[in-house]
């Protein structure tokens, strides 16, 4: 059985630990309540440029755009959404392994555009991607910054024809202790199903510019909207894995505190038994 002295310095160090992942959980409590607030946002501006879209379906250069041309996959092109950082529980490792089984079932072509370190990272060891170009997920403002930059590549790689589809891989908040990996397609645009658009209208600007300007700003919302979701999924996952990784610090120094008073106890015993013996010893001399 190890020494008073062995069992109280593991004492000590697991409560310097428990120390720094209680602070760990705090800074990311107080992250996650300014990453819900400004995942709000974007929601009612999405939703009404959605409603636009739908609105202008029924004009005959919404399906003449080249952003909504459906045609056959040869060519993927993905946009993956992780986290700079880790001790966020599984975060990261959910979305690579998302992306993994997203390119082993592609068999073709694939072509990624990285948002956070976790995920450049794992494009460095990966095989049969090729990456397009990395962001930081926490560097800056996530429009001008991230979204804006990316929607470029993607919406130039579609048009001239270098990939076929584009998805997007990002982790949906649902609540504090609720987050879930999605894919959804971003391009082609997708108009939802049961849409009842408006018939011919006059418009201004002209109908061509209306749609592409609709389009492209819904594409900006999206993700835009799925960046700031990402950030909120990514605190939430570490607020809950230092939580728990506090509460196991706190049962592992109950458990070597009572070891250590059974030590400190049978000491004590062994040393009244060696004085008994020795008195009893004198006693008889």
Same mark, same amino acid.
């Given at each position: ?21 209680? @602070? ?13 607030? @400004? ?25 003449? *755009? ?63 991607? *090729? ?12 429009? =001008? ?52 658009? *408006? ?79 020795? @008195?009893?010893?004198?006693?008889? =001399?």
């Amino acid at each position: 059985m190890p020494s008073r002295q062995i069992i109280g310095r593991r004492i000590r160090s697991v409560r310097n630990t428990r120390q720094i992942t209680k @602070a760990m959980q705090m800074v990311a409590a107080s992250k996650l309540r300014r990453a819900q607030e @400004a995942a709000l946002g974007p929601q009612a501006y999405t939703a009404a440029a959605r409603e636009l879209l739908v609105n202008l379906s029924g004009q005959p250069v919404v399906k003449r *755009h080249p952003l909504l041309q459906v045609r056959k996959v040869q060519r993927r092109l993905a946009i993956v959404i992780a986290g700079d950082r880790g001790l966020a529980g599984g975060y990261n490792s959910n979305v690579i392994r998302v992306l993994g089984r997203a390119v082993r079932e592609a068999g073709g072509e694939y072509r990624v555009i990285a948002i956070g370190r976790r995920a450049a990272a794992a494009l460095a060891r990966a095989r049969d991607v *090729h990456e397009v170009a990395s962001f930081e997920i926490e560097a800056g403002n996530a429009v =001008t910054g991230i979204a804006a930059p990316a929607l470029e590549q993607i919406v130039r790689q579609f048009t001239d024809g270098e990939v076929d589809q584009v998805d997007l891989i990002t982790t949906e908040f649902i609540s504090t202790v609720s987050q879930k990996v999605i894919t959804r397609r971003l391009l082609p645009v997708e108009i939802p199903t049961g849409a009842r658009p *408006h018939g011919d209208a006059e418009m201004e600007p002209e109908a061509e510019e209306l749609v592409d300007e609709a389009i492209r700003r819904i594409l900006t919302a999206e993700l835009t909207q799925a960046i700031l979701e990402a950030r909120a999924s990514e605190q939430a996952a570490r607020m809950l894995a230092m939580m728990n990784a506090t509460d196991n610090a706190d049962d592992i120094i109950s458990d070597l505190t009572l070891v250590y008073n059974n030590v400190r106890q049978s000491g004590i015993t062994q040393q009244i038994s060696e004085i008994s013996a020795g @008195a009893e010893a004198m006693a008889q =001399t």
